[in-house]
């Protein structure tokens, strides 16, 4: 299973793209889509007219809003060049509504060339191909329901907690495994609400005994502290600082990051 990140940051960031993740297993699945996240993807190399498979944690715009031009992107080349495959979404409950709401907006994306499929999900694991993925509500919005996911890849495993304050139910996620990928949104020394800071990451990672540990989501205030040193104040396992661009195998040595 290949991780590439495709946005380490928020909404407004000046050097990271939003929340995005494209996971390779044997089929590209692509993980939230936040602003920026779709220039980098196209520069991954990753024909994007391949991709079938979209999960959302939920529709803040820094995980969600780079799916608009995706998307009008998708129907005109299906109309003018040739027609992409289906194409699934999958999210947290009310992702039909939204959707539906949407294409009802946008002219262009009332009738698709190619099939379009919404599904909810909750906390019931479902299969993408080969690929295990169990979602798990986590503790961020009383507006909507957040999901953090799991994926499972012969014999590999991936967390990831989309936005998320600690809670039961993420330690649950990221039991034992390879890699856990967590909402760093601040410092220690600057915590905000609805997000962890970086020691609340480093105690996820330890009571889930997860392999390893990459820090990611980050605000500004976060780039300017050390959030690797103070996740290891309880976390005796590897950890990185996320950066956009960043492709790791899951099972093996994580890259060398830039930051601190």
Known sequence: MQVTILGSGTNIHPTRGAAGY????????????????????????????TIQHLLFTHYHADHF????????????????????????????????????????????FS??????????????????????????????????TCLGYRLEYQGRSAAFSGDAMASQNLVSLCRDAD?????????????????????????????????KLVLS????????SNVVAQARRFFSGPIIKGKDLMTFQVGRALPTSIGK
């Open 111 to 144: 009738k698709t060339p190619f099939r379009v499929t919404l599904q909810e999900v909750n906390n019931q694991p479902f299969s993408i191909g080969a690929t295990r993925i169990t979602p798990l509500p986590m503790t961020h919005s009383d507006q909507q």
């Open 179 to 211: 890699v856990a990928i967590l909402d760093c949104s601040f410092s220690s020394h600057q915590p905000g609400g609805s997000h962890m800071h970086a020691e609340e990451c480093g105690k996820v990672a330890e009571k889930a005994k997860v392999k």
């Open 22 to 49: 494209l996971f390779q297993t044997d089929r590209p699945i692509l993980l939230d889509f936040g602003p920026r996240t779709l220039s980098n993807l196209l520069k991954t190399g990753v024909d994007r007219h």
């Open 65 to 108: 809003s780079d799916f608009i031009p995706f998307f009008f992107d998708a129907v005109c080349h299906s109309k003018f060049a040739a027609v992409r495959p289906d194409l699934t979404i999958y999210g947290p409950p009310g992702t039909k509504r939204l959707f539906r709401a949407m294409f009802r907006t946008f002219p262009n």
């Open 217 to 224: 989501h980050f605000y500004e205030a976060a780039d300017r």
